[in-house]
């Protein structure tokens, strides 16, 4: 296996080498190289990303990304939404999982809000929200897909606006269609109060699809519900290549203290593997909990372990 490591950033150049521990456990032979993507090469080159970082990325089997700090540019164009767009990575996949739940929540990657089509103006600005058929119709296909394979007897909760926006009608029933077509149960929700309901019931959810921008803040707010940022990993993925992150940022608040909590970069390698046909997911998870109620925690979740210390119990474990 051939993996780009993109260390990015702050923490992301903690918690990667720490994920890559455990890559190391499940396939020894997995062959490394580093891109330099980010803040830093922004300092140093005026550009987070160029075409020879894509073209680099490209050689990959997968790629373990770790976070990006935003410079402070008001013309600063996202490396993150560069790379989904150039590598095609339609689907953003962020499992949230703890005692009696288990969500996918299935964020579509392309267009929505992060269309990129903006204007910005003294007293007016504007982005265009675009949605159409052919992306909606394409994560809809991905979210039935992991319900009829990972979740027996589940449901998809289609997460929308449509009582507001024209263009989530059309993602609604774009969904639904899919859905009807592959004999997936469904359910609609406006994403407001399925945000609100998820988070108070979040034994009720499998599966859920939804909008670029909504997935991203449903996801992060049902963080709460397993510890925090610090704690959920994700997935983009494309045809042809696929990206693996912790959901959090640079978190430039503990960069360089050495106590970032390394369990969402490693639940993201573990996807990285599961991704490339190396099953670990269940072992991961089993070590995860150990480490945590052997009373071994960061202190995003009330410890003192700082992120080697804590990679270095779970490797044990693994062991
Ligand atoms: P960026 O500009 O890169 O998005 P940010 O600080 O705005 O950075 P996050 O990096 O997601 O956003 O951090 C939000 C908060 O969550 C911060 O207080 C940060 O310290 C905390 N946090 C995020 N990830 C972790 C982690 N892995 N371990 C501990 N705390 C974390």
Request: with cysteine; charged share 25%.
């Amino acid at each position: 296996m051939k993996i780009a490591l993109v260390n990015g950033d702050g923490i992301g150049r903690e918690v990667i080498p720490q994920a890559v521990r455990v890559l190391d456990h499940y396939a020894p032979d997995t062959e490394y190289f580093e891109v330099e993507i980010g803040y830093g090469k922004w300092e140093k080159c005026g550009i987070g990303c160029d075409d020879r970082d894509i073209e680099s990325l490209r050689e990959a089997d997968s790629i373990l990304f770790g976070a990006i700090t935003t410079p402070p540019d008001p013309n600063y164009k996202s490396v993150m939404l560069k790379i989904r767009k150039e590598l095609d990575l339609y689907a953003n996949l962020r499992p949230v999982h703890g005692e009696g739940f288990n969500i996918m929540v299935v964020r579509e990657n392309s267009e929505g809000l992060y269309s990129g089509i903006e204007e910005m103006g003294e007293e007016r600005s504007t982005t265009l929200r675009v949605v159409t058929s052919k992306a909606s119709e394409r994560i809809a296909r991905c979210a039935c897909k992991i319900l009829l394979k990972d979740f027996k007897n589940g449901t998809l909760t289609i997460g929308n606006k449509a009582n507001v926006m024209k263009s989530d009608v059309l993602f609604r029933d774009t969904c639904i269609r899919v859905a009807d077509e592959m004999g997936v149960p469904y359910r609609t929700a406006y994403i407001d109060a399925l945000t609100f309901d998820a988070i108070h019931n979040p034994q009720k959810y499998d599966v859920i699809v939804t909008t670029n921008l909504f997935g991203d803040i449903l996801s992060d707010a049902l963080g709460h519900l397993v510890g925090g940022l610090g704690m959920l990993p994700s997935a983009n993925i494309g045809e042809e290549h696929s990206v693996f992150e912790p959901v959090h940022g640079s978190a430039p608040d503990i960069a360089g203290k050495g106590i970032a909590n390394p369990i969402a970069a490693i639940r993201s390698a573990g996807m990285l593997l599961e991704h490339n046909g190396i099953r670990c997911h269940d072992e991961i998870e089993d070590a995860i909990k150990n480490v945590i109620s052997s009373g071994m925690r960061t202190p995003d979740l009330g410890g003192t372990a700082d992120t080697i210390s804590f990679c270095d119990a779970l490797i044990n474990k693994l062991e």
